[in-house]
């Protein structure tokens, strides 16, 4: 028997995103994610429409050499809200919540939540990195990569994220 206890960090942000629900939702996809993320890589696992769906399986790349596993947990176009977790093996287990919201400006209110687990003494170190201005630096990248896009239909250089 273990001794160890995870550690769990939860984070949250909210983005306003420059265009309807109905345009940006289907961009939080791994496939769409190519059309605006910087470097984005990933190995489709599952999927039967090719794109996001509840159950869909992909892969991406760690800075180690190392592969995060992430699976689509809810996937609901009609209420524009996407769960994601992703495993990286050994080391911390994530859950994603999103969801989207009209605005009267006709912009969207994207609500993001994060649970950060350790998964090893190692991981809860790195969970211990995940602070509150780390997280905010990795949204504000990510905002400012997908309105870059939503306005010039062009993915931001890779300076300008996260």
């Known amino acids: 028997m273990s001794n160890f206890r995870a550690v769990r960090v939860t984070r949250q942000y909210t983005q306003t995103n420059h265009a309807s629900p109905q345009i940006v939702f289907p961009l939080l996809c791994p496939v769409r994610e190519s059309d605006w993320v910087p470097e984005w890589q990933y190995r489709l696992i599952y ?7 509840e159950g869909c399986i992909f892969i991406t790349t760690n800075t180690a050499p190392t592969e995060t596993t992430w699976v689509v947990t809810e996937y609901d176009p009609a209420s524009f809200h996407v769960g994601f977790v992703w495993m ?75």
């Open 47 to 53: 999927s039967k429409s090719g794109f996001a769906e």
């Open 88 to 162: 990286w093996p050994n080391q911390v287990a994530a859950r994603i919540n999103i969801g989207l919201t009209a605005t009267p400006m006709g912009t969207t209110r994207a609500s993001i939540h994060y649970a950060y687990t350790g998964l090893s003494i190692e991981g809860n170190r790195e969970v211990g990195r995940y602070s509150e201005a780390w997280f905010e630096g990795k949204m504000r990248g990510w905002e400012a990569a997908i309105n870059h896009y939503l306005t010039t239909g062009k993915k931001i250089s890779a300076e300008g994220w996260e």
